[in-house]
C-alpha cells in the first residue's frame, strides 16, 4: 500500500509537472518571441504578460473539441494520449538532484531516450485516423525525421557512457562534480564537444518547434498531425511538444552540464539548490532551442534525411571510434 | 516602339491575307478568324522576333467579337497587334501553342465573351461558375442601384 | 501505380493523392485555389481554380466616366494601387490627349516608388513565412506600416487610395507627409540590410531557394511573365525604362536582373528593387518641381473614337490598361493586363515535378495577387 501510495504520489508530481512546464514555457515563448516579433501586446497583459498565459490556457480548456467526419472515433481520441503519456513518461527518469527524482533507473538514458521514441507511433496513429491527406503526409514526415535524428541523437551520448561506464543519469552527473586542473568544471561539454554538437544538431531535428519543424501546421499546404485536432486535444499535442523540448533541454543538461551541480560551490551547499540550478540551466537551453525556433526557416524533408543519414551518423560513428581509442589508450584492460 | 507597316505587309503577304494599319493603338493586323494562329507563328519566326504574347482580349463590336493579341518583341522594343472577329458563339482558335502565355487569357476570353474554344489543352472555365451568362458581351446588362436592392 | 514502386509489390502500389491548396489557406496570398495531384511528395500536376475575387472590374469600367476607371483599378491589384490607377490615367489621357502638369509628373513617380516598397514588403513578409520563418514578417510589417502611414497623410487611404486621375493627381505633398517620406528614408536603407542578412543571407533558405522553381530565359517569355519574375530570368526589361511614363526618364534607378531564373534569383531581384526604388523616392523628393499637380479639364472627358494601351510597371510587372473609346463619357471596352495572371500560368507550370514542401514558397516567390488576376 506504501509502496503504491508512493509511486501514485510520484506520478501525480510527474504530471502536475508536465503540465506546469508548458504552462511555463507557454509564458516564456510568449515573452520571448514576443519581444522577437515586435509583437509587445501579450507583455503587457497583466505584471509581465502573466494574463496572457492564463488566457491561453483557459481558452485551450474551454475551446468546443470538434471531431471531424469520417475519423477513426476511437484511433483519434486515443492518438493525442499516445502522444502525451511518453512525453510524460520521459520525465521518471531526470534527475532534479541527488535525491530528487522520480524514478531511479541504472539504465535511465536508454529509458528516455526509449520513451521518446514511441512518440512518433501516436503521431503516425492520430493523421490515419484523421483521414486525411494533409495530416498523413505531415506524420510521414514526422515519422521520417524522428528515424534520421534518434540515431545520431542515441550514438552522441554514447562517448559519455563509454568513459563513465553507466547509463544511470544520476552517475553521471555525478561523473562531473569537480574541476579539472582546478580552473574549468568537469562537465563533457568541453572534452566532448563534437558530441553536445551532435547533440544539439539532432535535438533540434527531433523537436517539433525549431528549425527541422517540417511537419509545421503553417503555411505548407500540408499541415501537421494537429491540422485535424481542436481544444483540449490540440493542447495535449502541444504541451507534449513543449514537455519534450524540456526533456531534451534536460537531458542535454545532465549529460554534457553537470546536472543539478555547480562548479566551484561547496558541496553541501549544492545539495539544497540542486533543483533551482538544473531547472535554470534546463530552461536556458529551451530558451535557446525556442531561440533557433524564432528565427531559422523550416529545412525540406529530403535535405534533412542528407543531413541525418549522411552526416551526423557517420560522424557521430567516427567520434564513438575516436573516443574509444582513447578511452582504451588511456586506461587499458578497464573502463572508467 | 512601332514596326515598320511596310516591312509587316510584305512578311504577312506570303502568310494569310491580312492588312496591316498603323492606328491610335499602333501597328495593327487585321486577320481572318482561322488565319490569326498562322500570322501569331510568322510574326513570332520573323526577323522582328515578336517572342511575347502580352495580352490578348476581347472586345464586343455589337456584331461580332473582336479578338485582339498584342505581341512585343523585346529585342527590337516594339509592339504589333493582331486583330480577328469572330461571331458571337463562335470558335476561338488556341494560340497556346505558339505563345504558352495565352492558356490562361484564352480561357477567361472564351468565358466572357461566349465564345468556344478549340485546341486548348484544357478549355474549362476560369473566373465564372457554370451555366453564368457570358459577362462581358454588351447584351448582358448590369444590375442598377434598385434593382440590386429590391433583390 | 507509381513507376517507383518495384514490380512485385503490387499490394503497397501507391496511389496519387489531390491536394487542395486554398482557396482559404495561408499561403495561397489571397482567394487562390491550387488542385495539386502528388505522388508521394513530389507534385504531379498542379491547377490553379480561379474565380474567388471576380468582380466584374471590366464589366463596370464600361459602365462608368473615364474619371472613375483609377477607382475601379485599385480593387484590382490591392496591394499596389497606385499603379493600376497610373495606368488606367494614363490611357485615358493618352487617349484624350491631355498634358499633365510636370508636378503630377513626379508626384507619380514617388507614389508609385513608396507603394512598390510597401508591396515589396507585404512580399517580403508572406514569402518568409512560406519558408518557415516568422520573425522577419513583424518587421517587414513594420516597415510597411511607416509607407503606408505616409501614403495615408499623403492620399488620405491606406489601401485604395484613389489619388491618381486622369490630368494628374488629386493633391499635393503636405508638409507632414514630406517629413514622414525624409524620416523613413533616414533608416530604410539600414532596416533593409538587416532583412536581407536575416533572411537571405540565411544558409538554410539559400539552400532551399537555389535550383528551385526554375524558370529560364525563353520559358519565361513564352509565358508572358514579367517585371521580377523575368528580369529574375536574365531578360532586363523594365518598363520605367523602355518607355518611360511619369518623371522616370529623369530618374535615375538600376535595374536588376537575375542569371538563374531560380526562387533566389527572383528574391534577390525583390529585394534590390526596393533599394533602386528607395533611390527613386529620394531623387523625387529633392527634385519636386513646383506647380499644379492638375490639369484643368471638362467635368466629363469624351474622347473621340479610338483605341489605346498604357502599361506602367506596377511591383508584380506589366500592368496594362486597354481602352476602346466610342466617343461617349464611358469608355467601350476597359480591359486591363493583370500581370499576375501570366504568373499562375508559369506556377501550373513550374510545380510539376517539384516537392510538395516547396509548393507554398513557389507560389510565393512568383509574387501574385488574385484580385488583379481575376479582375
Redesign the interface.
Known sequence: MNALLSSALHASAALVLVLLNGVVLVFMLRRMIGRMHLRRGGLHAGPGGVIQTAADVLKLLSKEGTRPGGVNRWVYAIAPMAVFVPSLVAYAALPFSETLRITRLDTGLLFTFAVLSVVPLGVIAGSLASASNRALIGAMRVVARQLACSVPLLLSVLPVVMITGTLDLGDIVNYQTGLWSGAFPRWFAIPLLPSLAIFTTAALCGLDRTVFDIHGIEPGPESGLAGEYSAMRFGLLCISEFGNVFVISALAVTVFFGGWTLPFVPLDLQSSIGPVVFLIKTYTLVFLFLWTRSVLPRVRTDQLMDLGWKWLIPLSIVWIMLVGLVVKASLPGTVV | ?LPDVTAVRSLLSGVAEAEAEC????VVVHASSGDAVAILAALKSSEFDF?????L?G??LGDRVEI?Y?LRS?TR?E?I?VKSSLPHGGTLQSASGV???A???ER?TAE?FGLVLAGHP?PK?????EGQEP??L?S?P?RTVKEVRDG | MSPRAAEHVEHTATGRMVFDVGSQHPSTHGLLRLAIETDGEEIVSAEACLGFLHRGIEKLGEHRRYHQLPTLMDRGDYLSGIHGELASALAVERLRGIEVPPKAHWLRSLLGEINRIASHMAWYGTFGRDAGVTSHFFYSMRDREALLDILEAVTGQRMTFNYVRPGGVIADLTVVAESKIRRFLRTFDAHLDEHQTFLGGNELLQKRLRGVGVIDRDSAMSLGLTGANLRASGVPYDVRRDRPYAAYSELEFGIPIGTTGDAMDRYLVRIEEMRQAARIVRQCIEGLPEGAVMAKLPKALRPREGETYACVESPRGELGVHLVADGSETPRRFHYRAPSLFAIAALEQMLPGTLLADAALLVGSVDIVPGEVER
Open positions: 516602339m492606328t491610335s493603338l499602333g517572342a511575347v504574347l502580352i495580352d482580349l472586345t464586343d485582339t498584342h523585346f522594343d509592339d497587334f505563345f504558352a502565355s492558356l490562361l487569357p477567361e466572357l484544357n472555365r476560369l473566373l465564372t461558375t459577362l462581358l454588351r448582358v448590369i
